[in-house]
């Protein structure tokens, strides 16, 4: 049984770009579920010559995207929820423990979470920057953050022959240096 979740929530994403590049990270750091709300998404990737294939891996194949009326009440309640904004008083990511089971909430691209879903968040984090990042950027940090801070073993060349392009064939070639004590 697997113990740890984890899932994304979107606030009123207004990009099919930005939706779409979430979708490829939530692929590569094995996120279970993507939340959003609001219209502004499903109104501008209706219109296929507005919406750029940003999920070049086909995430959204795999792992759902669903609309909601609200993300807090759209969680288990053994589900943490956590806010990752700009927001005067949260905690700065390098300090986070991340949670087992938990969601993170985003803001939209042009605007912040709501004072009443942050009020109702277990943790309030930011990602320490000079400016805000694009939001697919935003949630690629958080997942690698997650991913470097867990207790999860990688198999780094296993990893790497099972993430890299089809046209990556690239090894690195051992040299031994030889120091010299002067």
């Known amino acids: 049984m697997k113990q740890s979740y984890v899932s994304?929530?979107?606030?009123?994403?207004?990009?099919?770009?930005?939706?779409?590049?979430?979708?490829?990270?939530?692929?590569?750091?094995?996120?279970?579920?993507?939340?959003?709300?609001?219209?502004?998404?499903?109104?501008a990737a209706s219109n296929g010559t507005a919406q750029y294939n940003?999920?070049?891996?086909?995430?959204?194949?795999?792992?759902?995207?669903?609309?909601?009326?609200?993300?807090?009440?759209?969680?288990?309640?053994?589900?943490?929820?956590?806010?990752v904004d700009l927001v005067e008083g949260a905690t700065p990511l390098p300090e986070f423990e991340h949670p087992e089971k938990a969601i993170y909430l985003f803001g939209p691209?042009?605007?912040t979470i709501s004072q009443q879903v942050i009020n109702r968040a277990d943790a309030v984090v930011y990602v320490p920057t000079v400016g805000c990042m694009n939001l697919a950027a935003s949630v690629n940090v958080l997942l690698y953050d997650r991913l470097s801070k867990s207790s999860q073993t990688i198999a780094c060349d296993e990893l790497i022959r099972s993430s890299r392009d089809t046209n990556n064939r690239v090894k690195?070639?051992?040299?031994?240096?030889?120091?010299?004590?002067?």
């Not at 994403?13 to 939706?19: D, E, G, I, L, Q």
């Not at 940003?54 to 806010?83: F, M, N, R």
Request: hydrophobic share 30%; with cysteine.
């Open 8 to 43: 994304i929530g979107l606030v009123n994403p207004k990009s099919p770009t930005n939706v779409g590049g979430i979708m490829r990270a939530a692929g590569c750091y094995s996120v279970d579920e993507v939340f959003y709300t609001g219209k502004r998404y499903p109104l």
């Open 54 to 83: 940003t999920d070049t891996k086909g995430a959204g194949q795999q792992i759902p995207l669903t609309g909601v009326e609200s993300l807090v009440d759209s969680c288990a309640d053994d589900v943490k929820i956590v806010c």
């Open 109 to 111: 691209e042009d605007g």
């Open 172 to 182: 690195v070639k051992r040299k031994v240096r030889q120091l010299s004590v002067g």
